[in-house]
């Protein structure tokens, strides 16, 4: 059988396991109400195994055509980029935070994996799906256990403009153990006179049982008009 042909049977058992490869990794993003859920991922290894097939045989009629020559991987390589792509717009800033960067490598990943599949590389395939989903199961459970508290919050906080208030704000955090590692202050004058000082904080916590009640008793001191946390 020539190379660069592809019998229908195994055409299909191809784009089936990139279905339920691609499924399996979709299903736990979904489950923690990702941007790229289930059918996203399915549709992303499904078109890279598609593109591989396509790269690989979807010109065998042109093989012996007068100074033509083959190459497999000229069109999956395309794919790649494409990704790039597709995996920055699941990626979010707000404030301090980034979100949806495991997200966007798991798209690269799936990608990947559908491309291997696409070339029969059934082990290599299988073998990355089970050590996705083991990373995202697994290591998820131990960053949450061992690595919440690194997280940097940024807790934006408006107040009437009255002396003693910093300070105030300054005592609540130490008395909760917060690392506080940027301060930065704006005033604002009103139309009635009042000033209204807006300060943010760039703050790391001892643990996250310590963020709601920090915010609660921040929002109780006298002065304070607003709290908000990012």
Known sequence: MSPWEIDPLHLTLRLVLALVLGGLIGFERERHSHA???RTNILVCLGSTLIMLLSMYGFSAFVDEYNVRMD???LAAQVLPGIGFLGAGVILRNGLSVTGLTTSA???VVAAIGLSVGAGFYYAA????FMVLLSLWVLNIVEKKYFRDK???AIKIRTLNQPGTLGRISGLLDEKGVDV???SMEEEQKEDGSNIVYV???VKIPKPSVLVPLIEGIERLHGITGVSVE
């Open 106 to 108: 798991t798209l690269l």
């Open 36 to 38: 790229a859920g289930f």
């Open 72 to 74: 497999p991987a000229r």
């Open 181 to 183: 590692r940027k301060l």
């Open 126 to 129: 299988v073998l990355s799906t």
């Open 200 to 202: 943010t904080l760039s």
């Open 151 to 153: 997280r940097v919050y």
